[in-house]
């Protein structure tokens, strides 16, 4: 099941492979040559955007170019910063950590339980098809303006990547793994502490990375529906004022923030998973599945 | 008594309404302290058998017993798969420390332990080596060590070193046969290796195809260690190759004994 790490880590953002053994070349210098391309096309891009609205005199309500957007973010910072900003990183951050403890709860009961893989899990996935813009509304007139309607977005917007990774997770544990510590005596719950959960901890982590990265947007949509702050209200008040150039500036930061989180719970996974970095320099990780207990594992990914 | 007493064991497997029969009436005694191999064709139903006996799959007829008591599930045998299944997530010492733990020894103590074994299983320094940095022939290493760590008076080992090399794995033949008369356990090792079975073995238990049946048993009266030139040796081969059927003797198997002059395995991988 290792192998399902592989391309994780291939597009892991800031673990470079090199062909050498130790497999991981780290440093500023490193980093830059490898985004060199992306900075070069986004620097392209918004010259391109810059040129067509001066060219073309588009009006600033249409459509802002980047140095007005720049400007405006310039000037809103402190604003930004100081007001907005906390309230929607609370909302995303507790919101995730609150889908975390939802995802890792059912999908553990859904693994465990043959019954609840049969009822509890379509349900699941049937929820996942309501939109949660349609949601938030409901939500606030259940919760009133408060932050526990857009706690409960960011939850239901997250919940369910990070389910299905645990659900994939724990069923994907190793059942030669399993066979051996049976072998040895073990009981099924030392069984599920020491192999499955274990060997979950990937797939969560992929799940969770998914979900961080829709956590600030769900904020942020939660927010227009109504509240006192938040990136969300800035973005919907200068909207109604025609202030496009600070719809952008918002939606700069919203931007920065997700690929911070993105890049958090990549951090926290090094950290957490400290073999999936030896895994991975061994160039070890589709080895470590014998051909002989092919027969003994049916995956399905 | 017998320390292992297989009788009468039959198993099918049922795959998609069809019926595959895999044992046949397989019975064999093992003596306290003694070593038996287990030769057979590919497929014919080895590790089914070792699995029947460790306790992780019922058999349809049949018992095993161990010092005369039936075996109802596991816990009786320590059992080496066919594959390492080391956990990649834990460091050698901690992926040795699993039986130690299962039993509820302290992970300090039972790290202590351990690290006790590491020199003479050839695995000192390494202590702290993810599994994926150690070469096949380690990993292999901290797999029978780890089954020793198992503390269990029967030991099975199944293909321990199938996965290795033809010199690595005279090495670590060489050196299962010392741990072998140093710790006196009784040892089960099946193998399709019959030169592996006739150097190690004081018995060897020859199954047929799949259904597997015994279809010949030997005891190897033979000085140890064992030259696998003798005549004697070639004689014992030629009996179990005969029942062995045609073709399933491992040819890259080397015919001198003992690996040449700086044949090493066991180093760090990479180049
Ligand atoms: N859990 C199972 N369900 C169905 N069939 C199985 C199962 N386990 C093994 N078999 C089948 O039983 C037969 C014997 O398998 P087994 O693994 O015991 O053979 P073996 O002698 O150990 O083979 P090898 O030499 O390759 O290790 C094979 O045909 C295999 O496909
Ligand atoms: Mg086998």
């Known amino acids: ?301 | 008594m017998p320390k292992l007493l297989v009788e009468n064991l039959s198993k099918s497997y049922v795959q998609e309404g069809q019926r595959l029969p895999v044992l046949d009436g397989i019975s064999f005694a093992v003596e306290p302290g003694a070593f038996v191999a287990i030769v057979g064709p590919s497929g014919c139903g080895k590790s089914t058998l070792m699995e029947i006996i460790c306790g992780l799959e019922p058999a349809d007829a049949g018992t095993v017993a161990v010092d005369g008591k039936p075996v109802t599930g596991p816990g009786h045998v320590a059992y080496m798969p066919q594959e390492d299944l080391l956990f990649p997530w834990r460091r050698l010492i901690d992926n040795l420390i699993v039986p130690l733990q299962l039993k509820g020894v302290p992970r300090h103590a039972a790290r202590q332990e351990a690290h006790r074994w590491l020199p003479f299983f050839g695995l000192d320094g390494f202590a702290d080596a993810y599994p994926s940095q150690l070469s096949g022939g380690m990993r292999q290493r901290a797999a029978l060590l780890r089954t020793f760590l198992t503390e269990r008076e029967i030991i099975a080992l199944d293909e321990p070193f199938g996965a290795l090399d033809a010199h690595t794995r005279r090495r670590m033949q060489v050196w299962l046969a010392d741990v072998h008369r140093q710790m006196r356990r009784t040892v089960l090792l099946i193998t399709h290796d019959v030169d592996e079975a006739l150097v190690l073995a004081d018995r060897v238990v020859v199954l047929g195809p799949r259904p597997a049946r015994v279809v010949y048993e030997a005891d190897i009266d033979l000085p140890r260690p064992r030259d696998i030139l003798s005549p004697a040796f070639a004689a014992y081969k030629g009996a179990v190759l005969a029942h062995l059927g045609n073709g399933e003797e491992d040819p890259s198997a080397p015919a001198v004994a003992g690996p040449p002059p700086g044949a090493m395995a066991g180093g760090r991988r990479g180049h």
């Open chain 1, 1 to 301: 099941m290792w192998s399902r790490f592989l391309p994780l880590w291939e597009s892991g953002f800031f673990i470079q492979r090199s062909g050498k053994d130790d497999g991981l070349v780290k440093g500023p210098l490193a980093v830059v040559g490898r985004y060199l391309p992306v900075i070069g096309l986004v620097v392209a891009l918004l010259a391109v955007w810059e040129a067509a609205v001066r060219h073309f005199a588009v009006p600033k309500y249409v459509l802002p170019a980047p140095s007005a957007i720049a400007a405006a973010l310039h000037g809103a910072l402190p604003v930004l910063l100081k007001v907005h900003t906390p309230v929607t990183l609370a909302e995303a951050g507790l919101g995730l950590l609150m889908a975390l403890i939802a995802g890792i709860a059912s999908g553990t009961v859904v693994h465990s339980s043959a019954w609840a893989r049969r009822t509890l899990y379509p349900l699941l996935v049937v929820s996942q098809t309501v939109p949660v813009i349609v949601l938030a509304p409901l939500l606030v007139i259940w919760f009133g303006y408060g932050m526990l309607p857009k706690l409960l977005v960011v939850t239901i917007a997250c919940f369910f990547p990070i389910a299905v990774a645990v659900v994939d997770g724990l069923d994907g544990a190793h059942r030669g793994m399993l066979k051996l510590l049976r072998s040895m005596g073990a009981s099924g719950w030392q069984q599920f502490v020491m192999v499955k959960v274990p060997a979950a901890m990937g797939s969560l982590f992929t799940g969770l990375r998914v979900a961080a990265t829709y956590a600030v947007m769900a904020a942020v949509i939660a927010e227009w529906i109504g509240g006192d702050a938040g990136l969300g209200v800035y973005i919907v008040r200068s909207a109604n004022s025609f202030r496009t150039e600070q719809v952008f500036a918002g939606i700069v930061l919203v931007t920065v923030y997700s690929i911070a989180m993105f890049l958090l719970v990549g951090l926290v996974r090094r950290w957490v998973l400290p073999w999936e970095a030896h895994l991975r320099a061994a160039g070890e990780a589709v080895k470590s599945i014998p051909v002989s207990s092919a027969k003994s594992q049916e995956r399905s990914r």
